[in-house]
């Protein structure tokens, strides 16, 4: 079972050695890499390569990690008994109608093989990953509410994303294995545009490729344009049918795109790149 990329998804091949890598070792793959270089879709093409079903866990800033393994809603079970009434109901004997299985008691439990994500670990809380430490090094947890051990059937491929918004703990480092996807370099960027945007004049896309690694490598930008936004601003100047010659330029100087609101996110940033246009212009 090895992973070598898909038509839908650009994968280098250091990429490539990590997902198999993880697959040799039975850690799980921690991903790290700017916003929008393709993390979190790693994990849905490599679940559709090796035709492996999906469990994805998002995680937010409240999310704690028992709810990967089960809650147990006392408060529905305790209404249900009072609505029964004296002798009670079935329903309210059985335990289980009240177990909430999390995404990892249903990745423990499948029938066969599944990749799961744990998406933006780095949101949550800075004890969660140490939570989730015993669980998914030996792959089995206890609920004590039913008195079982949930042990895994198969284990699973786990892909564990991060944007570097907190450090993660040394313990839990140690029991993945880490892979930083780079920002894809301008041949690899032309392939990845090439799979959304098949047939794209080669001289549309050599003028936005100058002007958004322009923009890219503008200095004290706050957020850069990532890949993702790329191809949104792609898509709008076809949809828009944005003249070629809009996008070039007679000199190497940076000039303000069209819809550039697709590439620059804050107020800051916009207004240090008109700056700087409006200086070149003036310096000439």
């Not at 439990?109 to 015993?134: G, H, M, S, Y």
């Not at 042990?151 to 029991?175: C, G, M, Y």
Request: net charge negative; with cysteine; charged share 25%.
């Amino acid at each position: 079972m090895k992973f070598q990329g898909t038509e839908n998804y650009i994968a280098t091949e250091d990429l490539m050695l990590s997902v198999n890598a993880a697959i040799t070792l039975k850690r799980p793959l921690l991903v790290k890499g700017e916003p929008g270089t393709g993390k979190t879709m790693l994990a849905e093409e490599v679940s559709g390569a090796l035709n492996m079903p999906l469990l994805q866990w998002h995680i937010k800033s409240t999310t704690k990690a028992q709810q990967g393994l089960y809650e147990y809603d006392a408060v529905s079970r305790l209404r249900d008994s009072q609505l029964a009434g004296v002798d009670g109901g079935e329903r309210v004997k059985n335990i289980h109608n009240y177990i909430l299985k999390g995404v990892l008691w249903q990745a423990f439990t499948a029938e066969q093989p599944v990749v799961l994500l744990i998406d933006e670990i780095d949101k949550a809380d800075i004890e969660f990953p140490n939570d989730l430490l015993r669980e998914i090094d030996r792959m089995e947890f206890y609920c004590y509410e039913t008195r079982e051990l949930i042990q895994a059937v198969h284990r699973p491929l786990v892909f564990i994303t991060s944007n570097n918004e907190k450090e993660l703990p040394d313990a839990f480092l140690r029991r993945c294995f880490f892979h930083y996807i780079k920002f894809p370099d301008t041949e690899t960027m032309k392939r990845i545009v090439d799979v959304h945007f098949p047939g794209l004049k080669k001289e549309l896309l050599s003028a936005a490729m100058k002007t958004f690694y322009d923009v890219r490598s503008l200095p004290g930008l706050k957020k850069k344009p990532s890949t993702s936004e790329l191809l949104d601003w792609l898509k709008l100047l076809l949809a828009e049918d944005i003249p070629l010659s809009v996008l070039q330029t007679q000199t190497d100087k940076v000039a303000v795109p069209p819809l550039v609101g697709a590439l620059l996110k804050n107020e800051q940033d916009v207004s240090l790149f008109e700056k700087l246009v409006f200086m070149q212009k003036h310096n000439r």
